[in-house]
């Protein structure tokens, strides 16, 4: 199982708060394909972007 790398999700949290991102909208990254489960995914996504005042828009 292939888990996103962090240093990837903590470039992207960077480019957010560089350019003032307010909205962050994506698919469920790595969860098809790749065969991750969701709840994890999203625990790595709320652990990188906790700290912002950032709204994370997730399509299915």
Request: glycine residues 4%; aromatic residues 4%.
């Given at each position: 199982?292939?888990?996103?790398?962090?240093?990837?999700?903590?470039?992207?949290?960077?480019?957010?708060?560089?350019?003032?991102?307010?909205?962050?909208?994506?698919?469920?990254?790595?969860?098809?394909?790749?065969g991750?489960?969701?709840?994890?995914?999203?625990?790595?996504?709320e652990?990188?972007?906790?700290?912002?005042?950032?709204?994370?828009?997730?399509?299915?």
């Amino acid at each position: 199982m292939v888990i996103p790398p962090m240093n990837h999700l903590k470039h992207h949290w960077n480019r957010c708060r560089k350019n003032n991102v307010e909205t962050l909208a994506m698919p469920r990254i790595g969860c098809d394909i790749d065969g991750l489960e969701w709840n994890k995914v999203s625990a790595l996504l709320e652990q990188v972007f906790e700290c912002e005042n950032l709204e994370i828009v997730v399509s299915q």
